[in-house]
């Protein structure tokens, strides 16, 4: 019998490491002295060293290549969350979980860390210091929520000590730094069309916005702390700045650091909250007719209006995770990133 070549446990693939956070967790797994190969449907950069393998992940045979003699997996692929194609998020972000897991088992792969997000038990009411035992969302926001949590019980539900197979999903919140294309872009962009006149509610409400570095820290510390007889197997873990914050603080700290004033005036949140509704009830019904994308979502409404920040003592006790970047040096950095976005620029 041909016997099997054991995967080096410094070997693995990044899914969608042509993104955001993908290429951050890329760049510091080649720093670290990992062998990394990535898989996505696009290639949006090139490093010495590094092999890339185009392809869609829902397509088990295009996925296999990229998972040869790897021991170890990060799943960090989603449409964007602005997309409302429910059907584009289910076949992605559940059919193309399955499929992951399928090619992992099949490629024997150990250890697979998923990228999921705080935004699971997320219903548009305040969470304060929220823990990892909270129920799942209900009433999730939004297609992006519905199918992440739907994600997050395959990929923990999957792990499986018997078939040598570990699992573990790590849920950040509110992902700023350096070539985001959706916090600071969006933010600056609604500035220079003249709206981010308005603070909606009374502005104390208190979240999380977490450094990419940060989250970059928590993805490895929780693959290097996957072993069979750790407690983390097939547990989520949030990590954030642990730094909770005021959502229109942050917004105009950044929007002043680039050129722009910040909010000023308040609005009642139920009232931009109902009108963000009517919207979007208003773009379904027109859209066979009129396609627009309204900038007020409630979703995004929500997350300007209410608490919504995690307490990431569990990630500090089994991971031993404390974040590596403060919060005031992460806003310094990703401003800096941003030139072109400067006011006049
Ligand atoms: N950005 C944030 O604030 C947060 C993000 N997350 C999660 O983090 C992960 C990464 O997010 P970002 O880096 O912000 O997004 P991103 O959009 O920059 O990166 C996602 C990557 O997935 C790839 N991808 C999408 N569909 C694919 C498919 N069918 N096959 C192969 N690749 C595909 C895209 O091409 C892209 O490179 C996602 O799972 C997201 O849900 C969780 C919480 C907060
Ligand atoms: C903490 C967290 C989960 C952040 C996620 C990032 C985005 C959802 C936000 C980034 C820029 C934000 C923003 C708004 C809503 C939430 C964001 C898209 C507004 C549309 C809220 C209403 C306004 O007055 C304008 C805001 C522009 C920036």
Same mark, same amino acid.
């Given at each position: 019998?041909?016997?099997? %070549? ?9 899914? =969608?490491?042509?993104?955001? /956070?993908?290429?951050? &967790? ?9 062998? %990394? ?11 010495? =060293? @590094?092999?890339?393998? *185009?392809? !869609? ?8 290549? $990229? +998972? ?8 960090? $692929? ?9 059907? *584009? ?6 059919? =193309?979980?399955?499929? %992951? ?12 860390? *998923? ?18 035992? @909270? ?20 990929? &923990? ?8 197979? @570990?699992?573990?999903?790590?849920? #950040? ?28 509610? !009374? ?18 510390? $929780?693959?290097?702390? &996957?072993? #069979? ?37 308040? +609005? #009642? ?7 963000? +509704?009517?919207?979007? *009830? ?11 994308? #309204? ?9 300007? =209006? ?8 569990? $990630?500090?006790? !089994? /991971?031993?995770?404390?974040?590596? %970047? ?20």
């Amino acid at each position: 019998m041909a016997t099997r %070549v054991r995967p080096s446990n410094k070997r693995c693939a990044v899914i =969608g490491g042509s993104g955001f /956070l993908g290429r951050h &967790l890329v760049e510091t797994l080649v720093d670290r002295g990992y062998s %990394v190969s990535v898989f996505d449907i696009r290639q949006s950069y090139e490093l010495p =060293g @590094l092999t890339f393998h *185009l392809g !869609d992940l829902c397509d088990e045979q295009a996925l296999l290549p $990229a +998972l040869k003699n790897a021991s170890l997996v990060f799943h960090c $692929a989603s449409p964007a969350p602005a997309s409302d194609d429910r059907e *584009l998020f289910e076949r992605v972000n559940i059919q =193309g979980t399955r499929t %992951v897991i399928q090619a992992c088992l099949e490629a024997g792969v150990q250890k697979l860390v *998923l990228t999921s997000s705080a935004s699971v038990v997320f219903e548009g009411k305040d969470i304060k210091n929220g823990q990892e035992d @909270l129920p799942y969302a209900r009433k999730p926001i939004d297609y992006y929520t519905e199918t992440k949590i739907e994600q997050e019980k395959l990929v &923990l539900q999957a792990c499986d000590r018997e078939k040598d197979f @570990l699992t573990v999903a790590i849920r #950040p919140h509110g992902i700023f730094g350096p070539r985001d294309p959706q916090l600071v872009p969006i933010l600056v962009d609604t500035a220079r069309r003249g709206k981010m006149k308005f603070i909606i509610g !009374d502005g104390t409400n208190l979240v999380d916005f977490t450094f990419v570095e940060n989250v970059v820290h928590g993805h490895i510390l $929780a693959a290097e702390n &996957l072993r #069979p007889n750790s407690p983390i197997c097939g547990k989520p873990y949030h990590i954030t700045n642990d730094e909770p914050v005021r959502f229109w603080d942050f917004m105009s700290e950044v929007l002043v650091a680039l050129g722009y004033a910040a909010p000023r005036f308040h +609005l #009642p949140y139920i009232l931009v909250y109902g009108l963000a +509704l009517l919207l979007w *009830l208003l773009s379904m019904i027109l859209r066979p007719v009129l396609s627009f994308k #309204p900038t007020f979502t409630p979703m995004r409404v929500a997350l300007a =209006g209410t608490h919504h920040y995690y307490s990431c003592d569990r $990630a500090k006790q !089994d /991971l031993g995770y404390k974040p590596v %970047v403060s919060l005031k040096e992460g806003i310094q950095r990703t401003v800096q990133s941003y030139p072109h976005l400067r006011k006049g620029a």
